[in-house]
């Protein structure tokens, strides 16, 4: 979902012009269509400057996408043909005109649902398991089901990314831990498996639209804070990834959903599209708070904003609720 004022205000004021103009007097209809095309591609200008422009796979993001592609495509075709005067082209001047709005109509209400959170709810349902001890040794092979749970094959599992995939190479990776703790941490990623594994089921709900059930392998991330200690005034908890990325979580959330740091899922070892080594599993919260292929945990003892909750997004995300602000 592109959260930005370049391109939602311009695209949400075009797509209601084109709903007023299939009801408009004819005679406000080009000073409005005039307006109507300006924003609409300036809105569209907006979604590619934001850098997500995504159409595929087909998600209510990507439905949005192709709406309102096709309402611009529409509308501004439309606008050329205002002059032709012949009786046929007139009628289906104005049939193209109601499409046009019609389509406007449809973004405009896939966009509230997809804003107000409840598409993300409606999926997810609950979930309701404990988090079980299990062996840090894989099978690698991917699992259909557990514990009654069906779980999504990762071939169909959405993915987003800032900068791609990234490979990481796990026999020099380091993991770190600093900031308001008692001991720095500079683990590599076998000694990052000897932490004690568990294993849970947990829905990843983007604020796109879509999501998947998976199982999570891996160790809880105050485990490591077990080991390095903690100052007293620590309360805030940053992640940040190999590609730059960065969010953010209270550290009385991780303390009381047991926050898994994974690196298993569905039985299988991490893929690196998936996160290699570690991706966190910010259960209950959206996906852009599950930060993939992480590198280094700050501890701090205030709310600092990462990469999406800076550009607009809430920095709760409690999945279900409403994603921005």
């Known amino acids: 979902m592109v959260f930005s004022t370049l391109h939602w205000v311009p695209s949400v004021t075009a797509a209601l012009l084109t709903i007023i103009l299939a009801i408009a007097p004819k005679r406000y209809h080009r000073f409005l269509s005039w307006i109507m095309l300006f924003l609409a591609l300036f809105g569209f200008a907006g979604y590619i400057s934001a850098g997500i422009f995504e159409f595929y796979p087909l998600s209510l993001h990507t439905i949005i996408s192709w709406l309102g592609l096709a309402t611009i495509i ?6 050329f043909q205002a002059k032709l005067v012949s009786s046929n082209r007139k009628i289906m001047h104005c049939r193209l005109g109601y499409l046009a709005a019609s389509m406007a109509v449809l973004a405009l209400l896939t966009g509230s649902i997809l804003l107000s959170g409840y598409a993300n709810l409606a999926v997810e349902g609950h979930l309701i398991i ?52 008692d001991k720095e941490l500079d683990l590599s990623y076998d000694e990052l498996l000897e932490l004690p594994s568990y294993s849970e089921v947990v829905y990843m709900s983007c604020v796109e639209g879509w999501g998947f059930t998976a199982k999570w392998t891996g160790f809880r991330v105050t485990d490591l804070f077990n080991i390095s ?16 990325y960065s969010t953010g979580l209270p550290l009385d959330y991780i303390r009381d959903k047991r926050i898994l740091m994974a690196y298993g899922i569905n039985d299988i070892t991490l893929p690196p599209e998936r996160g290699f080594p570690f991706q966190l599993v910010a259960k209950d919260r959206y996906g852009y708070k599950w930060a993939k292929w992480v590198t280094s945990i700050e501890v701090t003892d205030k709310e600092v904003r990462g990469y999406w909750e800076s550009r607009g997004y809430s920095e709760k995300a409690v999945a279900g609720e409403f994603p921005f602000g």
């Open 229 to 244: 200690g903690l100052k007293p005034e620590a309360s805030y908890v940053i992640f940040r990834s190999a590609d730059g």
């Open 74 to 79: 529409i509308a501004t075709s439309n606008f």
């Open 130 to 181: 404990e988090q079980q001890l299990s062996s840090r040794i894989l099978p690698e092979v991917e699992s259909q089901d557990y514990l009654g749970f069906r779980l999504t094959p990762l071939s169909e599992q959405g993915n987003n990314a800032l900068q791609g995939t990234q490979f990481i190479d796990g026999s020099s990776f380091r993991l770190k831990v600093t900031g308001l703790v």
